[in-house]
């Protein structure tokens, strides 16, 4: 028992190594300099290689100005990093090669700043967080109705939603430009909101939670006078909060990680959110590994804190999009 | 008396919001990529009627089915693989005690951070000279490879190295594909290993108690027991993987390239089609939504069938 229960940690740790290593790398690469990248510095340490010169009782960092057979001119720094003496004549024999970690943060504020991640940063923002706001609204609201009403046509309602849910995006793509066109939206907020404030998903998430208080509850706060308006913000919304965080979650990752939507519906750099801006940043920067690396590292990072702080409700929210209804 | 029978509009206003939306942006889309295609349609205004002549250049566009078949090496690929090894992590995860929902959250990871991010660093591990694949390569003695270079088959390279000869058709996906195959398993696995395991979970104890007493062997039990009633998940599963692989794009705009979708097209998938006649250079919208509506119809027949086979097999 022992002994396969170490087999199934050796595999678990294997693979989880396999999941999470991109993302060590990433990080690692981030902190190093180009310069090393480019000369072959490919591992996951971020040192920095640098020509010391040996006069015999101390070490002096150099820079090597020219190389002949057996000896070469070099510049000597001091510690301080000050020349000391230049154009100095060295036998080769007293040079060596000095590896030295050297983390460059600074790629991060470099990245940053290179293109306006912080409108980026912003933009996204904004849009996320009224696409959440947008979903519970129209959500809780449909879902209400679906759960807790009779009315005429309600299934067929309810249907023609779970039809559109199997619709796949790329699909609506086109011609929600057109319709986004004439509406005169393309380049605006409302082309990366209006359209996502209503989440087929969400409403038969809630509905089904609706669906679950007791008709008791219902009973007593209509004999109490309780609208309907009412028993929705006092009875339903209060039972439901778990739900609800759970939507939000959904619609706030989703809105966060969009990406070919806003590519095609925003023109204007201004309006750019933060997946469309990130890959423009990578074909203007393409070559500069470092800080396409950092720029990768900060845009997934608040996703990663969120994850962090909500581990255990944002997996069972994912868990709970399988269950059979 | 009578008055109170009329029609109660409440409900109506509750789902109006929601309703709109849905009416503008999914339904009337869906109908309007119907006429447009049968339109010459570009973003200047309508043009004529053109019946069927979109769908008609579309299968005799070589483009078209160069893309339909690397989407297919896709689909075939990722599917099978990503759900036999969710199923062994999740079943391995359900037999832990210790660190499981560490585990699992590590698996999780990929699932939640946006592919942009992960083409952009997935793009710099399958580089040629400072990459981390062909580094990890060389410390276990193996050439480097091309990977998103490499427009040859995975199976033609294969057998080369082994050096035997096969026809360049039957080379498989290029080894630029495949390293968009190993992408999109590794940003999958951990949402299917989390929807494996919840349904493991939802399997009763006492099934595995009595096949123990039974004296049944662990492998017996899984396919005696476990993979019957793991059965609706599994179907959950492959619909799922399928119907996303089939919409494969942000890796292929952030990865390949350029041009996009090479090396020598080998990596050009149906939605980076649909993308590119739409808004690329010839912005032939109403060409576009042709190549839609046949991608819905593909997806559409693919869960019909699915939904089909799962019937047949329910337990």
């Not at chain 1, 999941?19 to 996951?44: C, D, H, R, Y």
């Not at chain 2, 078949?69 to 037999?95: D, E, G, K, Q």
């Not at chain 2, 083409?119 to 400072?130: D, E, L």
């Not at chain 2, 808004?279 to 699915?306: H, K, M, P, R, W």
């Amino acid at each position: 028992m022992k002994f396969k229960n170490s087999i199934i940690y050796l595999v678990l740790i294997i693979c989880g190594i396999t999941m999470i290593i991109p993302f060590v790398w990433m990080v690692t690469t981030a902190v190093k300099s180009q310069l090393e990248v480019n000369k072959g510095n490919v591992g996951f340490i971020p040192y920095e290689e640098y020509p010391v010169y040996n006069d015999g009782e101390e070490l002096f960092r150099v820079k090597i100005v020219s190389a002949e057979t057996d000896s070469s001119y070099v510049n000597i720094f001091n510690e301080a990093g000050k020349i000391i003496s230049s154009y100095k004549k060295v036998p080769n024999n007293s040079l060596t090669e000095h590896k030295k970690l050297k983390f460059h943060f600074e790629n991060f504020v470099n990245a940053f700043n290179k293109v306006p991640f912080a409108l980026y940063f912003r933009n996204t923002i904004i849009v996320s967080v009224s696409v959440v706001f947008g979903v519970i609204v129209t959500g809780s609201l449909a879902a209400y109705a679906f759960a807790r009403m009779k009315f005429k046509g309600r299934e067929f309602i309810f249907y023609l939603f779970i039809s559109m849910m199997m619709v796949p995006q790329p699909v609506y793509l086109i011609p929600s430009y057109i319709v986004l066109n004439h509406l005169g939206w393309l380049d605006t907020y409302q082309a990366l909101i209006i359209p996502w404030i209503a989440n087929i998903f969400t409403i038969f998430l809630l509905r089904q939670q609706f669906k679950t208080i007791p008709q008791e509850l219902f009973d007593a706060a209509a004999i109490d006078g309780c609208s309907r308006w009412g028993i929705l913000w006092k009875i339903v919304l209060p039972l439901s909060k778990s739900v609800i965080s759970t939507a939000a979650i959904f619609g706030f990752i989703g809105s966060w990680n969009s990406f070919m939507w806003p590519l095609v519906m925003i023109d204007n750099p201004n309006l750019r959110v933060l997946q469309v801006g990130l890959s423009y940043f990578s074909q203007e920067a393409s070559t500069q590994t470092t800080l396409l690396m950092a720029a990768s590292t900060f845009s997934i990072l608040p996703l990663i804190v969120l994850f962090l702080i909500a581990q255990k409700q944002i997996i069972s929210s994912f868990a709970s999009s399988g269950l059979k209804e | 008396m009578k008055k109170k029978q009329k029609l109660d509009i409440g409900p109506y206003i509750y789902i109006l919001p929601a309703l709109i939306i849905i009416l503008v942006f999914r339904l009337l889309p869906i109908v309007l990529s119907f006429i447009v295609s049968f339109f010459d349609w570009s973003i200047t205004g309508v043009g004529d009627f053109i019946g069927f002549e979109n769908y008609s250049r579309l299968f005799q566009d070589p483009e078209f089915w160069q893309s339909m078949l690397n989407t297919f090496y896709l689909v075939i690929f990722v599917v099978p693989i990503s759900l036999i090894s969710s199923l062994i992590f999740a079943t391995l995860l359900n037999n832990i005690k210790a660190l499981k929902s560490f585990f699992r959250s590590v698996y999780f990871i990929p699932t939640v951070t946006s592919m942009v991010a992960i083409s952009i660093v997935w793009k710099i591990i399958f580089n040629q000279q400072t990459g981390l694949m062909n580094f990890l390569l060389a410390k276990i003695g193996i050439e480097p490879l091309g990977w998103l270079a490499e427009s040859r088959g995975i199976f033609l390279l294969l057998f080369e190295s082994m050096g035997i000869n096969i026809p360049t058709h039957l080379g498989g996906p290029s080894l630029a594909l495949f390293s968009i195959i190993i992408v999109t398993i590794w940003k999958g696995l951990g949402y299917n290993t989390i929807i494996y395991l919840a349904g493991l979970q939802n399997i009763p104890a006492v099934y595995y108690e009595a096949a123990d007493i039974d004296g049944a062997g662990k492998i017996k039990q899984f396919f005696k027991i476990t993979w019957p009633l793991i059965s609706p998940t599994t179907y959950y599963v492959l619909m799922m993987t399928t119907i996303v692989t089939f919409q494969v794009f942000s890796q292929i705009y952030l990865m390949t390239g350029p041009p996009i979708g090479g090396p020598l097209g080998t990596t050009k998938v149906i939605v980076y089609f649909l993308f590119d006649k739409g808004f690329g250079e010839s912005n032939d919208l109403s060409y576009a939504s042709a190549i839609a509506l046949i991608l819905f119809v593909v997806i559409l027949s693919l869960t019909l069938l699915q939904k089909r086979l799962e019937k047949k097999v329910h337990y």
